[in-house]
């Protein structure tokens, strides 16, 4: 079964510095979707980022990008110029190629989430 | 934007209630989810459905049951609910369609539930 490993709980930055959170999985697919979300106080969670794993160029939005190493299985999210906004838990997401058997391969699996504290 | 609106943002029940979470999504989606989240465990996959009157159980369905009645509304059932059962409770959405595996979930706001 696929696993997604974050091992850092807890991460703390200075506003406008640069951040980056780790994120490592297990899979024996070769064709797969990462995901990382961030669940703010307000406790709504939102997509940061997404990475299909076919593609070799590292996705980015904005001031957030990632650090996608198929070989390694390590997916890590770096946060530049980091805001006070930016505080908040980050999980990163796990989630098979879609399969023929309607939405079942639609799960994903989560990391064990990251607090990021951002220090003014 | 795609809107999944969850019942109740707190709920306080009491053991052995019957305790139903509802969950509305606005965008037609074919799979709906329903997570627990508590400290240092992440998000778990309780039930899940990828059509009307469809589920499959997730990680840790012992305690609870769903019920998918229209595509747009997932409930999830504490039968005879628990303390053990406090948490919060969080509910996504997602189409699905031939190319749609980068697509993300979308959620609801969480419903934080104490069980007495």
């Known amino acids: 079964a696929q696993t997604v490993t974050q091992s850092q709980p807890e991460m703390s930055v200075q506003e406008a510095e640069t951040v980056t959170l780790s994120c490592t999985y297990d899979?024996?697919?070769?064709?797969?979707?990462l995901f990382w979300y961030k669940q703010p106080p307000s406790r709504q969670m939102i997509l940061v980022i997404r990475?299909?794993?076919?593609?070799?160029q590292n996705a980015t939005e904005n001031r957030f990008s990632v650090n996608f190493q198929k070989a390694a299985k390590s997916f890590s999210l770096k946060i530049s110029d980091s805001q006070l906004g930016d505080a908040a838990m980050y999980f990163c997401?796990?989630?098979?190629?879609?399969?023929?058997?309607?939405?079942?391969?639609?799960?994903?699996?989560f990391g064990t989430g990251t607090l990021l504290a951002v220090q003014p | 934007d795609v809107k999944v609106t969850q019942s109740s943002r707190y709920l306080v029940k009491r053991t052995g209630e019957k305790v139903f979470l509802e969950c509305v999504q606005d965008?037609?989606?074919?799979?709906m989810f329903w997570y627990r989240q508590d400290p240092g465990l992440g998000l778990r996959l309780i039930y899940f459905?990828?059509?009307?009157?469809?589920?499959e159980k997730g990680d840790i369905p012992e305690g609870y049951s769903v019920s998918r009645e229209k595509k747009e509304r997932f409930s999830l059932i504490l039968e005879s609910a628990s303390t053990n059962q406090t948490s919060m409770y969080l509910c996504?959405?997602?189409?699905?369609?031939?190319?749609?595996?980068?697509?993300?979930?979308?959620f609801g706001d969480g419903t934080r539930l104490s069980i007495l």
């Open positions: 996504a959405s997602s189409p699905y369609y031939r190319g749609s595996g980068n697509q993300p979930q979308h």
């Open positions: 899979t024996s697919e070769s064709d797969y979707y």
């Open positions: 990475q299909e794993a076919y593609k070799q």
């Open positions: 997401a796990y989630r098979n190629p879609l399969g023929g058997d309607g939405g079942a391969t639609n799960k994903l699996i």
């Open positions: 965008m037609d989606h074919e799979n």
């Open positions: 459905s990828y059509d009307v009157k469809m589920k």
